[in-house]
């Protein structure tokens, strides 16, 4: 039974440059959510997508932006990168409710310099 | 007020110790809730959740919930080395997870 799967693993921008990074989820799973996580934080909640819509958002810029696609794997997008954008970006799949927990991926490390 | 709150920590026992580790929550509505362990450089994994007022139990893990007093714990007994990590409290309201900022475990062997 696979797991949560993202890619890359790690990625280094430069800044002003777009990044997109990419996540399946378990099977079963319907829901994908993202987080940032910053070095010494818990992770911020990014957005959340369900039915291939965004069903919630945190607090973050329009610069970040995502889909998800039929087979429920979806994209995160993040455009005019800041030196404040590096991070872990973590994966989350869910059951709709995410009342069973949430199963998370190992994350891509994004640097930008 | 922050949504989901752990203010101790880093947190150190000698190996064998009762680890214990705290949260408060904000939000009365919230539904779920959990414990997620996060070893350095790695991703957040689940190891308890709970749903209703009490203790529950797997293995040497005991996490408890008090909703009046918005309130959440996590009991390790018999800490191990191994059990030396970052832990994170999560709840869920409205299908979204919030974490609190975590508590950093070191295991003295």
């Known amino acids: 039974d696979a797991g949560v799967t993202q890619s890359p693993t790690h990625l280094i921008k430069t800044r002003g440059q777009q990044v997109t990074l990419r996540c399946s989820p378990k099977?079963?799973?319907?829901?994908v959510s993202w987080y940032q996580q910053a070095l010494g934080q818990g992770p911020q909640f990014i957005f959340q997508y369900y039915e291939e819509e965004e069903r919630q958002r945190g607090n973050f810029p329009d610069r970040f932006s995502g889909h998800q696609f039929p087979n429920y794997s979806s994209e995160l997008n993040v455009n005019a990168l800041l030196l404040g954008d590096s991070a872990l970006y973590l994966c989350?799949?869910?059951?709709?409710?995410?009342?069973?927990?949430?199963?998370f991926g190992s994350g891509t490390r994004l640097t930008v310099v | 007020q922050k949504e989901v709150e752990q203010n101790s920590g880093p947190l150190s026992v000698p190996e064998g110790a009762i680890a214990s580790l705290n949260c408060t929550y904000s939000d009365r509505v919230s539904q779920s809730f959990f414990w997620y362990r996060q070893y350095s450089g790695k991703s957040p994994e689940l190891i308890m959740s709970?749903?209703?007022?009490g203790d529950k139990e797997d293995g040497r893990f005991t996490a408890q919930l008090n909703k009046a007093s918005q309130y959440v714990s996590l009991l390790i007994r018999d800490s191990q080395p191994s059990d030396s990590a970052t832990y994170l409290c999560a709840v869920t309201k409205s299908f979204k997870l919030t974490f609190g900022k975590g508590i950093t475990l070191s295991v003295r062997p």
């Open positions: 989350a799949s869910s059951l709709r409710t995410g009342d069973y927990g949430y199963t």
């Open positions: 709970i749903y209703s007022n």
């Open positions: 099977s079963g799973h319907d829901t």
